[in-house]
């Protein structure tokens, strides 16, 4: 079984929020909202098994500032 471990801020009001989660295995696993809009998906070459999801910018910088933090200890 894969660990997940959230990288950033948890969400405010205890309930689920976009986030971004460091796996076990070394990769990265983005929880938000699927992009729907026809042409932004158009603009994207996907493989197989590939979607897109949509998280507000200060979340990526959130994990990213929880991920510099935790590699440099």
């Known amino acids: ?14 309930e689920a929020c976009p ?8 990769t ?4 938000g909202h699927s992009v729907v809009d026809p042409g932004a998906l158009a603009q ?10 949509e998280v507000p910018l200060s979340v990526l910088v959130a994990a990213y500032e929880h991920y510099r933090a935790a590699s440099c200890t």
Do not use: K, N, W
């Open 1 to 14: 079984m894969v660990e997940l471990t959230r990288m950033g801020l948890a969400c405010q009001d205890g």
């Open 19 to 26: 986030a971004f989660y460091l796996t076990s295995h070394g």
């Open 28 to 31: 990265v696993v983005v929880q």
């Open 44 to 53: 994207i070459r996907f493989s197989p098994g590939e979607d897109a999801v």
